[in-house]
């Protein structure tokens, strides 16, 4: 689902497609896993980075639906990974090297240390400002939670800056610098999810054969055109000096068999032409309408039609087309 992914990482994606596909219960969740860090079921193997990414991309396609936010918990805001660890910061020298407990306030002469430091051999709490005993909690001292002392310069300090540092760039940022990131409870939509899955596994087919003859091509990518509009394409082919030669589309049935496949077609002409590329594949998952092949032919649209986007030939076929197209590009100098 990502346009830069390896052939390895394609393959990984998925299969946890499949594994989404098949959660018979039809929610995602987050939760919290010890030695991983908060995740989704399932996807374990990814970074919760990638996890976000991964339904963001499924929102966007309108396989999943956000229905609730169950966690908001913090992020880079550098690199967006949700690992940190914090250290202790003195406000006054700005050392690390700093100690917490409980303290004692000693409402006579107004000394604060920790508890410990007031507990005298015989057990009875005596203050080494003044040297007097602290005999009633409420009446002539007082308790405070936590309290802070900075080893290096010996500053008590009722509050410290909090510093994070992502485990993964290595940044330290103050407390109020980290993003917010929600954590949503997914829905799925099952045939919406069942048409990516497929539309995924067979572009991923593609481009893992155009990588193997070394044809450089990125999926679900976008061409800014001349009205300064970015248009998104299945697939573009990218000549040496990442100029793209060639894009293609696919026109996937919906879940009900039908679709208006002229106007569909109308709208990919209409985005080719703006970014003024002039090879293009247009993908049928099913018979398109005569009146569609014959718009297709006009504009010089290289249709390929199947019924079944797994068969070896087909997909041969697609590869060949797209290695004939942009040779003759690349023979003629030319770039579109």
Not at 172 to 191: G, H, R, T, V, W
Request: charged share 25%; hydrophobic share 35%; glycine share 6%.
């Amino acid at each position: 689902m990502s346009v830069s992914m390896s052939p390895a990482d394609r393959s990984k994606t998925n299969e946890i497609l499949k594994s989404v596909k098949k959660h018979d219960q039809g929610r995602y969740e987050p939760f919290f896993k010890p030695d991983v860090g908060f995740c989704y079921n399932d996807l374990e193997s990814f970074s919760l980075k990638e996890q976000v990414e991964f339904f963001e991309a499924l929102e966007r396609a309108g396989a999943v639906n956000p229905i609730q936010t169950l966690f908001t918990i913090l992020k880079c805001n550098a690199c967006s990974s949700p690992y940190f660890c914090i250290k202790y910061t003195c406000t006054f020298c700005r050392a690390s090297n700093i100690v917490r407990g409980t303290a004692i306030e000693h409402d006579t002469c107004g000394n604060v240390d920790f508890d410990y430091k007031y507990m005298s051999f015989n057990g009875k709490l005596v203050c080494e400002k003044c040297n007097r005993e602290l005999k009633a909690l409420g009446v002539d001292y007082s308790k405070i939670s936590y309290f802070y002392k900075c080893q290096e310069c010996n500053a008590m300090l009722p509050d410290i800056e909090l510093h994070y540092g992502c485990l993964h760039c290595g940044k330290f940022s103050l407390q109020n610098e980290p993003q917010s990131l929600q954590l949503f409870k997914y829905a799925i939509k099952p045939e919406k999810l069942s048409v990516l899955i497929d539309k995924t596994i067979y572009l991923s087919s593609i481009k893992d054969r155009l990588d193997k003859i070394g044809i450089i091509s990125k999926l679900n990518d976008t061409v800014t055109g001349s009205s300064r509009l970015q248009h998104a394409f299945d697939l573009v082919v990218y000549d040496k000096y990442n100029h793209p030669l060639l894009v293609m589309y696919m026109l996937e049935s919906l879940p009900n068999g039908s679709y208006d496949d002229e106007t569909i077609v109308l709208s990919f002409i209409g985005r080719c032409m703006d970014v003024n590329i002039s090879n293009k594949i247009l993908i049928g998952f099913s018979k398109l309408s005569e009146r569609a092949i014959v718009l297709a032919g006009t504009h010089a649209l290289n249709v390929i039609e199947t019924t079944d986007p797994g068969d070896s030939s087909h997909l041969s076929k697609v590869v060949d087309t797209i290695v004939e197209l942009s040779s003759k590009i690349t023979n003629r100098g030319t770039d579109i």
